[in-house]
């Protein structure tokens, strides 16, 4: 079943995202050279590089502990726009959650709402600018609407998965509005946004840790 | 690639054990990456910090000093520094009389600085307030879109409302100034030549021997268009009548016309552009009140160069005379 | 080739047109390709000229001005300047007591220098001295050879040797100064890159993608020997060491050190140089009273850089630290 | 015959020296390129077509008023080595021969003693040094003792240029002493040095117009 997530479960997540953008590095570093200035990958793995030694330090911390930690992180090692951005993402994440040993799916549903609002309150995108919000956003309507349906968090976070991989692909045929990609006007269609894409990273990650 | 350097990771850190030694009036925070004045924080008078990716020198670090900047965050090259970095600069300059973030209109500067201040007023209780630079007219504006970037304004920026807050002006007037000298400047890029980040080894871009890129961007990024490789006389057209136009300037307006070569372009190029730049506004009779040619916001080694126009009143021209002390500009003492 | 300029035969005359548009202090005599103080002649002060071929920018017309020299010759690109020009330079600044000329060593200039003092003291009768520098280590020595090239200790020495002038010292002694900094100053150059004159269109030597010329000269002349590309530690071994030992200086020395920019060379890559060379000679306790790293005494477009140690003594110091206010160096003023 | 050169002769002299100079320029830069800095083509082919100008606007002069000229121009606008060492050849051929219409073989051999006594106290160069005096130095010695054994201008001069080719040719396996080249040190061996090079052009040019 699976209802419950622990916090060590959660651990366990943002060493599985680190794992999957260190594997993807290159890849995310080559999408962002195309529409940006090539650093995606470095950035967002030197910030979950740095991640994974904080929680290590941590040690046994609740779920908000946890999250904060890793929020403040990436905001203190990532730099970019990216930096804020999941900084900002992990901390609403934190504060949503609290201080607790396990969350619910309805609980991460609405706390993955909150790190959305954040993101877009920090960066200020719409949905169809070409970031990150393109996936993340999609991805939590599904969240909520599964959590919502009394779905296991497995199904759960299958459907915010499925969601967020349609909007990443989606991002392809869109002109950039927002970010550094913005400055390429027409000539940033018919690539396929680095953010979106480390987004469904996270989302997979969560899949097999956390469902 | 071939660069003066060691390992491409201690590219920075290295700069900066480098600035230090030279320059015995700067302190360096390694840790934090953070250059500041010798003499920080000056008690009653308004810090002034700046910061961005390294790669652009002597911006910012070499503006840090006397009549410039109280301090500046270099992050890596070409990538906005963290929140971290600043706010442990607004700490260091904090004379009680409030701190003004200089920051280039990219979305992780903004991004950045915006919770640098968060953390700075929750932590100490110090007054800040930012200032964007978005003077780059080779981007198209619109309140969609990321925006203008910040580019040769920046420098003269610095420059303005440092002579402000070194004259023990009070934020509200260092900030107003600050503002106007945005509001007032504008600039454009051509780059002959892409840059080359030491961590990727490769250049940013490919430009054929024949062609150039107009309005290039600081990090190489893409322009307005790539155009055929063209004489001084007519780039300087191709740079000055976007810069004009959006201003926009008329016969009788009094400016500071600012060349700046990107790294790569040496001296004697930089003023075979200025003369075919002076012509061009000697023929429209708009007035060069100061000048200023050489390399003060690059882009690592491209060649190219940017001009920047600001349009000056007296109070803006006294504060450019004023004296200013630090490694990349410097006159009056 | 991709170069900011219109046609490359007009590059000189088109620089000096920006570089007197740009700097109001100055004045240029166009025909004569005259760079001078606008204040010139000043009476009872000696009159320094120096000059060269072009393509070392700021090197020499960018130290014209207060305290440093008092008229610059431009030749054409990488060639001496003439000596029509020299002597009409000198008898610009000739303001009684006499003029110093400061001539890099190299057989064109010392001979256009030489003719140009011959043909000044026959037609106003002004007494001229010359002080030759010669201070690249790359070059052996020789009474039966050209001798060692003028580079780097030219800059400093225009420097002191100004400021001894604008103290209103006699010629005798601003000779005898020249000619001590000549003495006690040594350097070396690294070059990455060729530059490419404007006029051949080419660069002037092949260097593979994984070498370096070792001690070559700022016309592009080879050096002591081409060796692999090293990362910016051992490349500032290979520059101090034998700078070092050719002085030689001791533990304890006070000496200017000085990181120049051949052109190419974004300022960043010179401050890691810098803190190599920081680095060597604390461990050697030389100990640095003052610094310079910028693109001093350029090569066209070449990147790489040239390390140079002045030994001084608290005069030489005094000197250097005195006010100067001219376009390539300024502070006091 | 032909024993007495005329002032209209040599300025024929002087503009068949520009010929040839324009003719070799980019041969003489490419050898310049080698050992020096690639401009002695260059720098000749500017002062010469000086020279031609100045002694088209002179009109009808002495021997001593049309070499004054030369020099006067030659040290006036080519710059570098050559123009204070072709200037001073030239001025002092004016001065040795002075005012005069015409000029025998005799005194045309000592004002090239002169000239080439000029240009060894400007360069400081020694017989061996791989300079220009290497080929001037024996076409001198072969001039004046030409004319001393009584030949004709014709064959005095036809003398004075074989040795002058030969002095260039021989500069090849020299190793440089003076002038930019020297910087080479051994790396300057095999290579024909430019300035012996254009002093073949002046003594064939002479041969062509005052023999
Ligand atoms: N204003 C914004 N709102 C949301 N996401 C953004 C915004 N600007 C940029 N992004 C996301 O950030 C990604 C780029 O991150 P990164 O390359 O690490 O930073 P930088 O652009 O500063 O180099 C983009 O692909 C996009 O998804
Ligand atoms: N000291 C010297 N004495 C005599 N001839 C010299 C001397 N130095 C150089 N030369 C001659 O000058 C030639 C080079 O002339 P040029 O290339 O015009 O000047 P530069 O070397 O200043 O570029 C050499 O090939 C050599 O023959
Ligand atoms: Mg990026
Ligand atoms: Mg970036
Ligand atoms: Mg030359
Ligand atoms: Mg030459």
Redesign the pocket.
Known sequence: MGDEISARALADWLREFARRIHEHRDELTR??SA???A??GT??DRGLTAVVAAIDALGPATAGQLLKKTGMTLVST??????P?YGTFFLRLATALGDVDVVTTAQLAAAFRAGLEG??A????QAG??????ALSPAVDALEAAAAGGATTHDALQAARAAGERGRDA?TPMQAR????SYLGERSVGHQ???????ELLLSAAVDTLG | MKKLINEPQAVVSEALLGLEAAHPDLRVDHANKIIYRGDAPKSGKVGLVSGGGSGHEPLHGGFVGFGMLDAACAGEI???PVPDQMAAATSLVDGGAGVLHIVKN????V?NFEMAAELAAAESGVQVRSVVTDDDVAVRDSTWT?GRRGVGVTVLLEKIAGAAAEEGRPLDEVERIARTVNANGRSMGVALTSCTVPSAGSPTFDLPQDMMELGVGIHGEPGRERVPLAPARDIARMLLDPVIEDLPLRAGDPVIAFVNGLGGTPLIELYVLYNEVAKILAAQRISVARSLVGPYITSLDMAGASVTLLKVDDELLGLWDAPVSTPGLRWGR
Chains 1, 4 share one sequence.
Do not use: E, Q, W
């Open positions: 999408l962002d529409i940006g200035d650093d995606h950035n967002m990532v730099g970019g726009a990216s930096g951005l993101v877009v920090r960066g200020k995108a600018d070409k970031t990150m919000v393109d991002t927002k970010g550094r990609a946004d680095p953010g979106a894409t480390s987004v | 070409f990538t906005s990219y979305t992780g500067d991004m990321a």
